[in-house]
């Protein structure tokens, strides 16, 4: 690839708002298929040098500021109609009681047929499932996509199925991933970033929980053969909870290794295509009952698909569980022993609930970390050690992360390590309608920046719109950040609006 040099008009007044000036370091190039995506308003950012020994031209350059203060700046993409939409679904999700009747609402009988369940349908349509979600179908999410490309963001394409049971559900599935793709193509180039898959939905749950149990019993006892398993990385580690597999599992039956050969059939066609497409695959993780599963149909397909510095199949690591720092590092060093570059997306988690209780009726401590403190200190240990690996590899990162402290640290990280801004090894993602300041204070910093955007019909994204309700009462209500920044936009427009 050849050098790019960054224009000085670029380079002019950067800074980082931080107390100790960090001057530029060298690195190797940081190559990828999958160049960004350029808004026509936007110039393009530098790679850094082509060699690891080559010095940098003689301009010392300085972090770009993320600047937060100026929410007029943050916000201006937003219309004032979208911006209140917006303001008023995070408001109401930061209430515990309203998100408990919320809740309730949306899982109570009351809206399984008739009347009553089409206005709530149409309520939960015109709040949450718009503030959180890309549209109804593809072409829906298709005008969402493109409204992010002209603003300088990007958009990760979700398919929004969960939890197939049978493998005619599955198959039908599998079909809405694969248009997922063709979609992506569809759209101006660049413009998706990824395109995901859940595996709960290409496999059934009853095999991925069986395998999974199988899987946890070979990690008590490596002597235990799974003659189904392929080639994999480290999906347990020393501090791994086993509790879930109480007793030996039987092996799998002829049915249930049918099921699994369809399910990695499945798997492949959709890795092809998005191999044959040139757009990374993204499996995003569940709770621990199958989530050993999962890791193992992530790891095999990576094995298979990732190749020199272009990973195609990523993994995602929920650094709120005690074991997740040192999975990644284990699975890391073993990958990077055989030759395959990997991608990891890391983010919080979003099955805190779920996981205590299925521990504490267990007798176990829950896995997830004793305080928030500790998880944001995991989180950042991960995207330190990644940002250390794309620095200095052909490994690639995706830091979904709400938390601005986070954002700001990786920031200056990737910064303190040479890695470019606009750098394919590297992605900040938010979640669609969620941390909109990070979003575009990092993107108007000059990173490249994702928005989680998952589309399907409002009663099929149901369980999604849940987590996230769940979520934003906990662990992104507590800041308040956006609903800040939110109130001090909306309260400029007005005034500029009656005077």
Request: charged share 20%; aromatic share 8%.
């Amino acid at each position: 690839m050849a050098t790019r040099v960054i224009p000085p008009r670029i380079l002019k007044n950067i800074r980082y708002n931080t107390a100790t000036a960090i001057t530029t370091t060298t690195t190797k190039p940081l190559n990828s298929a999958h160049p960004s995506i350029i808004s026509s308003s936007v110039v393009p950012q530098p790679s850094l040098y082509d060699k690891a020994d080559q010095k940098p031209p003689s301009t010392t350059v300085s972090p770009p500021l993320l600047n937060f203060d100026d929410a007029e700046k943050l916000f201006a993409p937003v219309s004032t109609s979208k911006l209140l939409r917006s303001s008023a679904v995070i408001h109401a999700t930061a209430l515990g009681p309203m998100v408990d009747f919320g809740m309730w609402i949306m899982k109570s009988r009351l809206v399984q047929k008739g009347v009553l369940k089409d206005l709530v349908m149409a309520s939960i349509k015109k709040t949450f499932f718009e503030n959180f979600c890309a549209g109804e179908d593809a072409a829906d999410a298709g005008r969402s996509i493109r409204w992010l490309n002209g603003v300088g963001l990007r958009g990760m394409l979700v398919y929004g199925v969960e939890d197939a049971h049978d493998n005619e559900g599955c198959d039908r599935n599998l079909k809405g991933f694969l248009h997922t793709v063709d979609v992506s193509t569809s759209l101006p180039y660049n413009s998706v970033s990824f395109v995901i898959v859940k595996i709960t939905a290409i496999c059934p749950m009853k095999l991925l929980e069986r395998m999974s149990d199988l899987l946890r019993w070979q990690q008590k006892d490596p002597s235990f053969i799974l003659p189904w398993k392929q080639d994999s990385l480290p999906i347990f580690a020393e501090s791994s909870p086993l509790y879930h597999t109480q007793k030996r599992p039987d092996p799998l039956t002829p049915e249930e290794e049918n099921d699994l050969e369809l399910a990695n059939q499945r798997l492949l066609e959709l890795c092809q295509k998005c191999v044959q497409a040139n757009i990374p695959l993204l499996v995003d993780a569940e709770h621990t009952t199958v989530q050993p599963a999962i890791d193992y149909f992530t790891y095999s397909s990576a094995i298979m698909h990732n190749k020199d510095e272009n990973p195609i199949v990523f993994g995602t690591i929920q650094t709120y569980l005690k074991d997740s720092k040192e999975r990644l590092l284990l699975t890391a060093k073993a990958a990077e022993k055989i030759g395959v570059p990997m991608g990891y997306k890391l983010v919080r988690g979003a099955y805190m609930s779920l996981e205590s209780k299925l521990a504490e009726s267990l007798g176990y401590a829950s896995p997830i970390h004793n305080t928030i403190q500790d998880t944001h200190k995991c989180f950042n240990d991960c995207s330190s050690f990644m940002l250390e690996k794309i620095a200095n590899g052909p490994d690639n990162v995706v830091l979904a992360t709400h938390n601005v402290e986070s954002g700001k640290l990786a920031a200056a990280k990737a910064h303190e390590l040479g890695i470019g801004k606009v750098n394919q090894k590297l992605e900040f993602a938010q979640l669609y309608g969620m941390s909109e300041a990070l979003s575009f204070g990092l993107s108007n910093a000059g990173f490249q920046v994702s928005k989680y955007m998952p589309f399907g019909p409002v009663d099929m994204v149901m369980p999604y719109l849940l987590r996230r309700a769940e979520e934003n009462r906990g662990l992104l209500a507590a800041s308040g950040f956006d609903r800040q920044l939110m109130r001090k936009e909306l309260g400029r427009r007005l005034k500029a609006t009656v005077f």
